[in-house]
């Protein structure tokens, strides 16, 4: 399913390039999924819609962080821990909402997708470049 986004809010731009490609698309995938979650949100899309997107949202994170807790692993990343707790805790909040909004508890609002904005970037432009650079110096 393809969405026409009217109305996006999560920006790709080059400053958040790690120089690994699998993490890059990744985080694009991320982005875009991000975008068709607001879209809907914006055009009041059916429930069907929502719950579709914000499922394969739950699922693009799950693997994405796999991958990257994959790459530390693989390396000895030695911030490893405190870094997958960052991924556990976005990982849980999604799952939660991912089942209040499935049994019809909860919202998907702007204040979600601006907030999965904000933390996707931050951890982008953060933690995953401060891992990518110890692997480049390794």
């Not at 055009?43 to 997107?53: A, G, L, N, R, S």
């Not at 499922?55 to 490893?80: G, I, K």
Request: glycine letters at 2%.
């Amino acid at each position: 399913m393809t969405l026409t986004l009217t109305r996006p809010i999560a920006y790709w731009h080059s400053e958040y390039e790690t120089g690994n490609l699998q993490v890059d698309q990744e985080h694009q995938e991320l982005f875009e999924t991000v975008n068709a979650l607001h879209d809907a949100v914006v055009t009041k899309q059916d429930f069907d819609t929502m719950y579709e997107i914000l499922n394969r949202l739950a699922s693009h994170t799950v693997e994405h962080f796999q991958t990257e807790e994959a790459l530390m692993l693989s390396v000895n990343y030695p911030d490893y821990e405190r870094h997958k707790q960052t991924h556990d805790h976005l990982v849980n909040k999604v799952s939660h909402l991912l089942k209040k909004f499935r049994d019809r508890d909860a919202a998907i609002t702007t204040d979600i997708t601006q907030f999965l904005t904000e933390w996707l970037t931050h951890h982008i432009k953060g933690e995953d470049q401060k891992m990518i650079q110890f692997f480049q110096n390794k």
